[in-house]
């Protein structure tokens, strides 16, 4: 890793850690808060495709934003799926042929949903009550109908940034 990337993981670390205190002390811009810092660990993969300098970037602002967060939850859905899904997304569009990207992208989802379900039917977020069995349902197709928005979102964001950003 030369210089120069150590130095924008740091400051990318830093803005995504910021917007993960902001969303914990303003409830208001939660997620939203989460999506932004997510984008941070795209930007190493729009020129470079430098994986190692997204993974770097992930932890380290994933264990800042649990050290740091007031609330714990903004922390945890930045952990769990809106840190590390840009990496996973870049992983899936380059190794999987293109009709079965979907289907790939929709199993993490999904895995992340039961790992979330566990640890909120575990009682490690007492502010959060599981539901019964048929609103389950209906908020878990609401939730991959939800998530594949964000991801057709997020690739419109990743193309506006890779027109944006200036050469290096």
């Known amino acids: 890793m030369s210089t120069r990337e150590i130095a924008r993981g740091g400051l990318l670390a830093a803005a995504a850690t910021a917007w993960l205190y902001f969303g914990g002390v303003m409830p208001q811009i939660g997620p939203a808060a989460c999506l932004m810092a997510g984008i941070a660990s795209a930007i190493p993969l729009l020129r470079r495709a430098n994986v190692k300098t997204a993974v770097l970037l992930y932890l380290v602002t994933s264990v800042l934003g649990l050290l740091l967060t007031p609330r714990k ?62 609103r389950l349902a209906g908020l878990w197709i609401a939730a991959n109908i939800g998530f594949i928005v964000y991801d057709i979102g997020l690739s419109k964001v990743i193309a506006l940034l890779r027109r944006t950003l200036p050469p290096e």
């Open 73 to 134: 939850l903004i922390a945890a859905a930045y952990v769990l799926l809106f840190g590390l899904y840009p990496i996973v997304k870049y992983l899936i569009e380059c190794r999987l042929p293109v009709f079965t990207q979907l289907s790939g992208k929709l199993a993490y989802f999904n895995i992340v949903l039961v790992l979330a379900a566990v640890l909120v039917s575990c009682g490690l977020f007492p502010q959060l009550k599981m539901p019964g069995i048929f």
